[in-house]
């Protein structure tokens, strides 16, 4: 019986690819569609961040700046770095990959919040007539690009990185 499963890797770059072609249209489309009496609105990830801006909310902006574009990026990165770093022993400090490891699995359990804060900010605002707001298009690329993302990470067998040290060990 084995202990590793041999297509680890294949695994990760599989889902990760998925999740990053999900990623691209959950920046394109619209997040959220707000219909009020005289106006309808659509507005992406980062055009709303910038909207939030204009009116003087950088705070929020800057959550949603980071929540929804520089965190999944970073995750994208981290995880494409640890797959490439395992094909080449001692291409880096296993300790600080490792603990980058458990920061994307640690990230990946907190991804959903936008998707929950959208489905929030959705039931809560149906004022009929008034005013509406419905999930756009790209809500359904981010949660799946979140749970690709999720699913990549976690096909990554974390005992790649020592593998190479233990390799060196035994020739030694």
């Not at 004022?127 to 690329?141: E, R, Y």
Request: with cysteine; hydrophobic share 50%.
């Amino acid at each position: 019986m084995k202990s590793r499963d041999a297509n680890s890797l294949q695994k990760v770059w599989a889902w990760w690819l998925v999740g990053f072609m999900c990623y691209i249209p959950a920046n394109v489309y619209p997040m959220l569609q707000t219909r009020t009496l005289f106006q309808n609105d659509q507005s992406t990830i980062i055009g709303g961040a910038v909207e939030l801006a204009q009116y003087g909310s950088w705070g929020i902006a800057f959550i949603i700046l980071l929540a929804s574009v520089a965190i999944p990026l970073a995750k994208f990165w981290a995880v494409a770095y640890l797959a490439l770093s395992v094909r080449r022993p001692g291409a880096g400090f296993n300790n600080s990959r490792h603990l980058m490891y458990e920061i994307v699995e640690y990230i990946g359990r907190w991804s959903m919040i936008d998707i929950f804060v959208v489905a929030i900010l959705s039931s809560l605002v149906q004022l009929n007539t008034l005013a509406n707001i419905n999930p756009g298009p790209a809500s359904m690329f981010f949660a799946l690009s979140v749970i690709f993302t999720m699913l990549s990470a976690q096909a990554f067998d974390s005992r790649l990185i020592w593998d190479g040290q233990a390799k060196d060990k035994g020739s030694a």
